[in-house]
């Protein structure tokens, strides 16, 4: 699996908005914290849709192992991989 490119903004009007280069997910929230647990759960999503269906579009075909990896991990396992911290 590719290495995951997340993506953060923080706005002047205090929006923090994260996404997922490549991968159909995105969060906003007023603070650091809720976008990264909003974003934790367009991940979890992402996955169930991957399965879904999404899995038979060319752009998301390859997106398997990072499924894998989504189902295997727990939330805080997750959020190491995407912020460095646990």
Known sequence: ????????RFSESG?????????PIHSEATSFEVASTDLLEA??????SWDE?????????DKGSLVRLVRQST??????ILFGEG
Do not use: A, H, I, T
Not at 1 to 8: D, G, Y
Not at 15 to 23: K, T
């Open 53 to 61: 269906g999404l899995k038979r579009y060319s752009n998301q075909v």
């Open 15 to 23: 929006v923090v908005s994260m996404w997922v280069e490549g991968l």
């Open 75 to 80: 939330d805080e396992e997750l959020r190491e």
């Open 1 to 8: 699996m590719s290495k995951l490119n997340l993506q953060v």
């Open 43 to 48: 991940l979890r999503d992402y996955v169930k």
